[in-house]
Nanobody, 125 residues
Framework: QVQLVESGGGSVQAGGSLRLSCAVS????????MAWFRQAPAKGREGVAA????????GYAGSVKGRFTISQDNAKNTLYLQMNSLKPEDTAMYYC??????????????????WGQGTQVTVSS
């Protein structure tokens, strides 16, 4: 059973940076797609970025490309999301998610089985 625990959220002014962490436990090999999603109030869950643990290949939503970076530290079993040049529209609850397999259609939350509890990011103008 894969377990995910996010941390690192908080409040920041526009233009600032935050790094989210997701502590991962319970997976037995590298054949997993790990992703970050976010959900703003009254909106659906949106895929932000994904990484295939086996190869390190990544994917990003157009709205965050060039500003956010997803990475992994296999030694620490931790997934990161470095968020730079934050905008008020980035305000949301951010979730870490995992599923076995490659990251095709990674932006679909219905494709992911394992979820963390979320961490809140608030960006003020």
């Amino acid at each position: 059973q894969v377990q995910l625990v996010e941390s690192g959220g908080g409040s920041v002014q526009a233009g600032g940076s935050l790094r989210l962490s997701c502590a991962v436990s319970g997976y037995t090999d590298s054949h997993y797609c790990m992703a970050w999603f976010r959900q703003a109030p009254a909106k659906g869950r949106e895929g932000v970025a994904a990484i295939y643990i086996g190869s390190g290949s990544t994917g990003y939503a157009g709205s965050v490309k060039g500003r956010f970076t997803i990475s992994q530290d296999n030694a620490k079993n931790t997934l990161y999301l470095q968020m730079n040049s934050l905008k008020p529209e980035d305000t949301a609850m951010y979730y870490c998610a995992a599923r076995r397999g490659v990251c095709n259609r990674w932006f679909l939350p219905s494709d992911f089985i394992y979820w963390g509890q979320g961490t809140q990011v608030t960006v003020s103008s």
